[in-house]
C-alpha cells in the first residue's frame, strides 16, 4: 500500500522481480481489492502469491509513534513485517514511511544480539561499479563501537551482494588535522585497523569525493552526514542533468549532435539510473526489511526485491552474526571490555 | 607561497583580478626571487604591489599547531595576516594549508564579539545561481545559537556577495520526524522564526538536494556535514562528467554529436566550472580571510580575490556586527539570557 503509487508500482515491481528469480513467492499485504486489481494483469503474480487483507495502512504524513499506535497489530506495514517474524517470508519490502518502518521493524523484529539500533545502507553508483553507503539517516550520531558496527554489517552486505572476499571499508571523514570532535572516528578507525575482522580490508579515512570514486566497496559514517551527502549528490545530479538537457536545447546545432550522440546519452543515463540502486536496507535487525523509495517505479521497486533476494539468499543475517563474533571473540580473550561480554 | 603552485598561480591571479578591479593593491609576502620571477611578466601588477620578503613558508602538510609554532612572526602566510591585523591590508588570500591558515588567522585576528569560532563559507553553484553554504569543515558540532550566529554571518555575506535585502536561509536538516540529535538544529530554528531577524528570511529546514536546486541563498549546517555535503557534491560531479567524457568517445556517431553539441559542452562546463565558485571564506574574525583551493589555477585564484574584494568593498564584517547586536539587544531587551549580555 506505500509509496507514492500503492499496488500499481508493487505489483508490477514484484512480476519484474520474479520473471528474473522464478522462486520467489510473495505475500502481498493489504486492501484485497486494489491488490487483486493489479495482478489481474499479472498472471504469474497469482500463481505465486497470497494476499493477506487487511484495510488499514500506515500513511506517508504518520509519525512513526502515531504508525506504531494507530498501525501496530493491523497495518499492512504491520503484517507485513510480522510474516518475517513469524518465519513465513524471508523479507520485507516496502515503499512506505521511512520512519514508520524503521519504528515498526524495530519495535517487532527486536536488534539483533550486541546492536544497539539500526542503520539504513544503500547502493551507491560509482566510477568502478557500485559500494554500499550506511547510515543514511536512521539515527543521529555515532561513537566508535557503533561505527565498527555498522562496518562490519556493511562489509557483510558487500560480501554478500558484490561477491567479494574481503571488502574494503572506509570511514568518511573530512580532511583537516586537529579538529576537535573526531575522537570516535579516529578511536573506530584504530579499532578497525587492529581488530581481528578477517573478512574485511579496512582502507582508512575516506572523504565525501571518494564515494562517487569507489574508492572502497563500503563507506561508514553515522546517519546525518550519511544522508546529507546521499542527498546532496542527488541533487548535484539532478543539477548535473538538467544543465545538460537545457544546453543541448539551446541551438539547432546542439540538437542535431544529441540526436547523433543519444545512444549515448541513454548508456549514461542506465548508468547513473537511480532505480538501479533503490532499494534501503535496514541492517542490525534480526529479520531483513528493504525500504524501496517512494517515489520510483515498478523497474525501482523490482530492484528493491531483487536486493532482498540476495540478502537472503546469500544469508547475509548469518554473516553479520559470525563477523561480529569474530570480532568479540578477540575483545573478551584481549581481556576488552567487549560489550557482548559485559 | 602556498598551494600547489605558488607564485605561478598568485601572480598571475592577482593580475586576472587586477584587470577587473584596477584599484586593488597587493601587498606580496613571500620568497622576493620566486615572486619576482612571476611579476616580470606582469608589468601591472608590480606598478600596484609592493614585496614583503620571507624565507620561511608553511608547508602543506605541516599541522596547524607545527605551523603555528614554527611559522609564526615570520612565515608568509603570518605576515599576509599580520598586514590585515595593523590594518595594512584589507584581505589576505591565501592557497595555503587551510589547517594552518584557519589557526594562525584565529589566534592573530581573534573572533568577533560574541562569536565563539570561526566558520567557512563557500560560494555553491545552483540551478538558480549560486548559493552560500557554510561551515564547510573549520569545526565540527554546532549548538543552536553558533548555528544562528552562522545563519547571520552568511546571510551578511549573501547581501554583500549577491546584492540582496534579505536573502533566505535554510538549515540543513534531514527529512525523519521524531530523530534524537537533532534538538540543537531545531532549536536554532525556533531561534531563527521568532527573533529579530529583519535582513534575512528564516526559510526553514533543508535538505542535501535543496543545495543544488538553489532552494536558499544560505545552507547552515555545522562543519563535518557540511564538508561532507561539498566534498561529495564534487566527487558527483566529476563522477558525471566522467561518464559524460566516456559515453562521448564510444562511438563514432556519439563523437560526431559531441563535435555539433561541443558549444553547448563547453556552456555547461563553464556552468559548473569549480574554479568561478574558488574561495572560502573564514567568517567570525576581526579580518578577511580568504582560502583559494591549493589545486586552482590563475583564474581560479583571481576569483577568489574577487571574492575578498566584493567582501571587502560591500563591508561584510560591519554588516556581521550589525546583524548580530539586531539580534542580541532583543535578546536582552526580551529578558532572555542572551550571550551578549551575560
Known amino acids: 500500500m506505500g509509496g507514492d ?32 486489481a493489479q ?17 488499514v495502512a500506515v500513511r506517508m504524513e504518520d509519525k512513526p509513534s502515531q504508525a506504531l499506535r494507530h498501525g501496530r497489530w493491523k497495518s499492512s506495514m504491520w503484517l507485513a513485517i510480522d510474516a518475517v ?16 518502518l524503521m519504528a515498526m521493524a524495530r519495535f517487532h523484529l527486536k536488534t539483533m544480539a550486541g546492536i544497539e539500533r539500526p542503520a539504513i545502507a544503500g547502493l551507491w553508483p560509482t566510477l568502478r561499479g557500485e559500494s554500499i553507503v550506511l547510515d543514511l539517516g536512521a539515527s543521529i550520531g555515532a561513537d566508535a563501537n557503533y561505527l565498527v558496527d555498522m562496518a562490519v554489517m556493511g562489509s557483510a552486505m558487500a560480501r554478500v551482494l558484490f561477491d567479494l572476499e574481503r571488502p574494503s571499508v572506509g570511514l568518511l571523514n573530512i580532511g583537516v588535522e586537529e579538529i576537535k570532535g573526531l575522537e570516535d572516528v579516529r578511536e573506530a578507525g584504530r579499532i578497525l585497523r587492529t581488530g581481528n575482522f578477517p573478512k574485511m580490508e579496512y582502507a582508512g579515512f575516506v572523504e565525501g569525493n571518494d564515494i562517487g570514486r569507489g574508492t572502497v566497496d563500503v563507506v561508514v559514517t553515522e546517519g546525518f552526514s550519511g ?8 541533487g548535484t545530479a539532478r543539477q548535473f ?8 536545447n539551446r541551438t539547432w546545432s546542439a540538437r542535431l549532435g544529441y540526436l547523433l550522440a543519444r545512444n549515448a546519452f541513454r548508456a ?11 532499494g534501503g536496507v535496514f541492517l ?17 521497486f523490482a530492484a528493491a526485491i531483487d536486493i532482498g533476494y540476495d540478502i537472503v539468499r546469500y544469508e547475509l543475517l548469518a554473516k553479520i552474526s559470525e563477523m561480529l563474533s569474530d570480532h568479540r571473540r578477540e575483545d ?7 560489550r557482548a561480554a559485559s
Open 241 to 248: 542533468g538538467e544543465i545538460l538537457k537545457s544546453a543541448m
Open 227 to 234: 544522508n546529507i551527502a546521499l542527498k546532496t549528490a542527488e
Open 284 to 300: 542490525g535487525l534480526n529479520g531483513v526489511v528493504i525500504k524501496s523509495h517512494g517515489g520510483t517505479d515498478a523497474e525501482g
Open 39 to 55: 495482478t489481474a494483469g499479472y498472471a504469474e503474480i497469482g500463481h505465486r502469491s497470497r494476499i493477506v487483507h487487511t484495510d
Open 268 to 278: 549514461m543515463r542506465e548508468k547513473m539510473d537511480p532505480r538501479k540502486s533503490n
Open 85 to 100: 517474524k513469524r518465519g513465513e517470508a524471508d523479507v520485507v519490502v516496502s515503499a512506505g514511511n521511512t520512519g514508520a
Open 5 to 36: 503509487h500503492g499496488a500499481s508500482v508493487v505489483i508490477p515491481g514484484a512480476a519484474a522481480a520474479l520473471a528474473r528469480h522464478p522462486d520467489i513467492e510473495f505475500i502481498l499485504v493489504g486492501d484485497r481489492i486494489a491488490i487483486e
Open 332 to 338: 573478551v580473550s584481549a581481556g576488552h571490555v567487549g
